[in-house]
């Protein structure tokens, strides 16, 4: 009897070990978790609902969401792409719903629904769950398998051993000492820090069809953009985030962008409002929002255009009708930081993509070592990318430590 022990009670640990035990239950199958709980990122992503996916069912669409990864993972995803994950769920009793968005979230709004899925599948399929069991040190046998020393002092030994720790540093050293090189991890997924008397006491407000960019940099992004108590978030600011995780920390998180707040050419908005002011010359600026801008941040814009709420439209001169303009498409603001997107723990870096073999997400370097989820430098845009590629590599990896990788 072969024994897998896989390192990470996490998504992509807890596929590949169902994936594993179902394809062969003649292998000893060991999940080691250091927490006390398993499947914790899992329970408290998307709100508590767990955004399990996303509904984008064409593999090379589907890779473009990863900043980092794509060109990787285009493999793995035709053959185990989103449907596939749903499906599965499906199989196993539990109903999922798509969005409006295309995010996938099981119909019970819960991601208990999820977490006691995968561990009822994996207790099925006597995979041993072992809480509590942190790895101090793993190293290679002579007959190539490896032997995992715990920090209650215990060991184990395995024929097959696969890392799915996450953005672990201690496990990343780990691996260095094997011949693996890491490349170094930021973070991806913040929203901005942004003190600016323009934005102050508007938390809540959102424009869906924004885009952001950074000033003198090519990165840029577009979609809803929200106000926080802090500064900035939404879709928008996370997709700029991730794209630009290792320039923006260059930078110290500390940059100038851009905001478009309506998406809308700025020579357009300055012909539209010389139509206002021809044919509505009467009307109070600030009682009537233009793009369907949010009173209260469209009084904010006209004030910082140097205008008075109570100036009709006929009162503005040219000057000040690009001012207003420029303050709905080219809006500067100075971003001072960033903040960690409520259960979004996302990293960019890991191990080093060139040295794992795609196919069955195991090691070029060392033989009998698998890998899948954050340990790899794999990371997605918010929106259910993440958890997709924890369960494609995470069966890919468990069905090959089985015996059966997939053609």
């Not at 999820?114 to 509590?132: D, P, Q, S």
């Not at 799915?164 to 170094?184: D, M, N």
């Not at 709905?328 to 060139?354: M, P």
Request: charged share 20%.
């Amino acid at each position: 009897m072969s024994t897998i022990v896989v390192i990470g009670g996490g998504a992509a640990g807890f596929f590949a070990a169902i994936a594993s035990a179902e394809a062969n239950p003649d292998h000893r199958v060991i999940l080691l978790e250091k927490g006390k709980e398993v499947l914790g990122k899992v329970l408290i992503s998307g709100g508590g609902r767990c955004n399990v996916t996303h509904a984008c069912f064409d593999p090379k669409e589907l890779a473009t969401h990863y900043p980092r990864g794509s060109k990787e993972l285009l493999g793995p995803l035709h053959k185990f792409q989103p449907g596939d994950t749903m499906e599965w769920f499906a199989d196993r009793g539990v109903e999922l719903k798509i969005e409006g968005d295309n995010r996938v979230f099981p119909i019970t709004d819960s991601s208990s629904t999820i977490a006691n899925c995968l561990i009822e599948m994996a207790e099925g399929a006597h995979v041993e769950i072992k809480k509590t069991s942190g790895v101090k040190t793993f190293s290679q046998t002579e007959d190539g398998g490896w032997k995992v020393f715990m920090t209650s002092g215990d060991a184990l030994r395995a024929d097959k051993l696969m890392i799915a720790t996450g953005s672990s540093k201690g496990v990343w050293e780990q691996l260095k000492k094997v011949g693996h090189k890491i490349i170094p991890p930021v973070p991806s997924l913040f929203t901005f820090n942004i003190k600016d008397p323009r934005i102050n006491g508007l938390s809540g407000i959102s424009l869906p069809n924004a885009t952001i960019q950074v000033a003198s940099s090519d990165l840029e992004s577009s979609g809803p953009l929200l106000i926080t108590h802090w500064g900035m978030s939404g879709p928008a600011v996370l997709r700029l985030s991730a794209w630009g995780a290792y320039e923006l920390n260059d930078r110290f998180y500390r940059f100038p962008i851009l905001v478009n707040w309506i998406g809308r050419d700025e020579d357009v908005v300055v012909s539209d409002f010389m139509q206002e002011k021809k044919f509505s010359g009467k009307k109070r600026i600030g009682n009537h929002p233009q793009y369907e801008v949010p009173l209260r941040l469209w009084k904010s814009m006209v004030a910082a255009a140097g205008i008075s709420n109570t100036s009709t439209w006929g009162d503005l001169n040219l000057k000040q009708i690009k001012a207003l303009a420029s303050e709905l498409c080219s809006a500067v603001f100075q971003v001072s930081g960033k903040s960690t997107f409520k259960d979004e723990f996302v990293t960019a870096g890991g191990v080093d993509l060139k040295e794992v073999n795609f196919k069955t997400f195991s090691s070029k370097v060392t033989p009998n070592l698998y890998f899948a989820g954050e340990v790899l430098n794999i990371d997605g845009i918010t929106g259910g990318f993440n958890f997709q590629a924890a369960w494609t590599g995470g069966f890919l990896a468990g069905n090959a430590m089985a015996g059966y990788p997939l053609d």
